[in-house]
């Protein structure tokens, strides 16, 4: 078929996946539509990237090493609008702010740090307009959690990015290969969808195909929730959609990070896990701890050979000791965001040719974190992995269903980061980690609707005086509307 109707039949098909996720009964705020926009850019690619695809050239900067440090002036506009959108919100949401800044104190610590490694950044401005990006993560993170309906908010931002960014990424390798596919220097076919890269598409597979799990699991069990079909359908399709291009990406890690997570997500709702926490820090801690054996301590690397992969993680040994000899000072790194910045990543190309020429993280997010913030950086993030993990047990025992999504997402992160980068600005994995520290929103419990023989009247009216005489009600039954909502009168 032609491309222009099959992008046609795509928008459709899109429009048709929000018609069947319809939810009359919740309202989430306008506010919301800035994390989404937020996440939008950050699962796929920049602004002026966007702008470039629609035929809009001018906008974007050339891939060198001066762009880490010049940047694109209409992305710099579009995430400074959002960044200074959300403060606004949160300014107008004081009050339901302040009992989240106890879970976020390891968070903040860190942050503060990140700041104050500003001032021994080579760049010390280009490390200031990341740190704002990163703070940027977490302010979003807060919209979403401050919203007057959160749950109801939370399921909106997977609906709304997911059901465009799925599809579309489908559209473009099938269709639009110039913007869906690449080549590798040896000539091997690479699909990214959406993305820049296939890397970044296996990520935005694991964290959608986790959501979608989720929900469909969810509306799976309840057999009373309204419109069950319709959306047992949405959800279906898309995940469908998201395992085949988990699939095309080819990202080992998204893989088996979204294969163990997916599990720990169903163990997680199971009744043993959920009434013996010893049980959940066990089946943790095996995750975690098989993922590290098959990586780094399995000498004959029989496992990795199992996955497809060579002993070297495809070349991640060979980046690990390139990368070392440049780092800098270790107690204190080279600043926020700033060893892939300047003259220090020129010398690091022009060092290392062929495969390493080019590259711009480390492959291992512990490596990046003590390039960047040395040894203190790295023991403040274990601060924020150990404080946050009660917090996520909590939500699980509080609400299963909320929680097991939230402890899926973070041991995820924790694996993910043995073989990439992603404790890092903007790095949609670190978003919906910060998510699951501070708690996945949980749903609130149908209220029954107040009546007399509540305890309203009872501290204001002795029980034996008659309340049809007290208001002046000459019938029978009736009813007042108040601001506390309807009460029904019955006489006593």
Known sequence: MPPPLMAFLCVVGIAGLFVLDRDKGARPSKALWIPVAWLFINCSRPVSLWLEAFGLRGFSVARTAQIYIEGSPVDAVAFSFLLIAGFIVLVHRTQQLLPLFAKMVPILIFFLYCALSILWADHPLVAFKHWNKGIGDLVMVLVVLTDPEPAAAFRRVFSRVGFVLIPLSILFIKYYPSLGRSFTPLGFTVYSGVALQKNTLGVICLIFGLGFLWRFRAVYRDREVARRTQLLTAYGIILAMTLWLLRMSNSMTSISCFVMASALLVLANRPVMTRRPAVVHIVVAAMIGFSLFALFFDTSGDIIKGLGRNP??????????????????????????????????????????????????????????????????????????????????????????AGSLGLAFFVAEIVYNYTEAGFRMMFPLWIFFLLAVLGIPTTPPPQEPSTIENDFFDDVIAPETDVDQVLGVASHEDTISGRSGNYVLRNR
């Open 312 to 401: 070297t993680l495809t070349g991640r040994t060979a980046i690990w000791n390139a990368v070392l000899p440049f780092a800098g000072n270790p107690l204190i790194g080279t600043g926020y965001e700033s060893f892939w910045v300047g003259k220090r990543v020129e010398e690091f190309w022009s060092r290392n040719e062929g495969v390493l020429n080019g590259i711009t993280e480390a492959h291992n997010g512990y490596l990046e974190l003590y390039l960047n913030l040395g040894w203190i950086g790295v023991a403040l993030l274990a601060g924020v992995i150990v404080g946050g993990y009660p917090k996520v047990i909590a939500t699980l025992r509080a609400d299963p269903q």
